[in-house]
């Protein structure tokens, strides 16, 4: 399966429904979003078993958090990626998901 196929059903770009300036930033990446997905994908696949928090993933790509973690989001509500069950300490030292390819 190549990319165009596998982003061909596109969800909508989230947004918080109160923030116009989410709106315009939702409307404004839309263009990019698939890339951006695929790159999140990419980055994961590359993970195997050992996956990645957002927060490695933001580091590693590297992409804000606001563009990584709807991404992220999209993926999962995709079927394409999942929790592993397992965490990972941040640098705040908070317990983060580790996500990994399905």
Known sequence: ???????ADDPAIPYQAHSE??????????????????????????C??????????????????????PRRIELLKMGLIKASGRTRLTRSGEGATVWVAV
């Open 48 to 69: 195997g078993e050992h996956g990645a928090t957002d927060e490695e993933m933001q580091a590693r790509i590297p992409m804000p958090a606001n563009t990584q973690r």
């Open 1 to 7: 399966m190549n990319t165009a196929e596998l982003f």
């Open 21 to 46: 300036t989410s709106r315009r930033a939702a409307e404004a990446i839309a263009p990019m979003a698939h890339t951006k997905r695929g790159l999140v994908l990419s980055h994961l696949l590359l």
